[in-house]
Every structure is written in C-alpha cells, then in structure tokens.
C-alpha cells in the first residue's frame, strides 16, 4: 500500500506495535519471522507506511502477549502522547521491561526521582 492509503491511526498502531514490541524485547526480524513477513514489512507497519491487515494485528498481539486493542489506539486517529511516547523510546522500554522485577519501594523512589526531575524542569522553562 502506498503512503496515500495510510492514516494518522495506521501511525498510532505502528507506534503501539513498536513499543509493545520493544517492551517484549523482540526484533523486528523476530517479530517478522513469528507472523510470516519480513522484517522491512514490520518497519512499514511500525513507521506507518503500510495498513497492518487485521489478522496479522491479531497475529502481532499474541506474539506480543498483548490484546490487540492494546495495539489499536482509542480516539480519534491521532498519534497518542504520553505512555506510548515512553514506550517508544529506547529508555522508556528499557525502564518499562524491568519494571515488574522492582519491588514497590523501589518504584516509589524512581516514580519521586522522576516526577521531580520533571518539576524541576517546568519551573525552569515558567523562569525562562
């Protein structure tokens, strides 16, 4: 499929895929082996460029040990902000595939660590 039939949603899902599939630890090749295409096809459906059929979405998902409506983005076709922003990025899925192994307090203190950082930068940005 050309550029021209894709969607702003087929970039969401792309993205969703990305990310769950960074959290899993898996390879595009992996990936692509697991559901029957190539590795380049899987880089078309994560950057959006092709349409993700929706028995191959079906497929992605269970490799993935997610529900497929984890891969499909609510609203309306709009990239998705904030989680899977995180999760697409290299850290953010490093920090999200060791997260389970932390005990709780442990949690709380990069959960504080974080949310400071964050303030921190705000009330630089409000004083520039």
Not at 46 to 63: F, K, M, Q, T, Y
Not at 73 to 98: C, F, N
């Amino acid at each position: 499929m050309s550029n021209k039939s894709t969607s702003p949603r087929d970039v969401a899902v792309g993205q969703a895929i990305r990310a769950c599939r960074m959290v899993a630890g898996i390879s595009q090749t992996e990936l692509g082996q697991r559901v029957g295409v190539s590795f380049q096809q899987v880089q078309k459906y994560e950057n959006g460029r092709n349409r993700v059929p929706s028995s191959r979405l079906a497929a992605i998902a269970a490799v993935l040990h997610v529900p497929v409506g984890a891969l499909y983005p609510a609203g309306s076709g709009t990239k998705d902000v904030g989680p899977m922003e995180m999760l697409t990025d290299t850290h953010g899925a490093k920090i999200a595939r060791v997260w389970p192994e932390l005990e709780l307090r442990h949690r709380r203190v990069v959960c504080a660590l974080v949310v400071a950082i964050t303030e921190e930068l705000r009330l630089k940005r409000k004083a520039s």
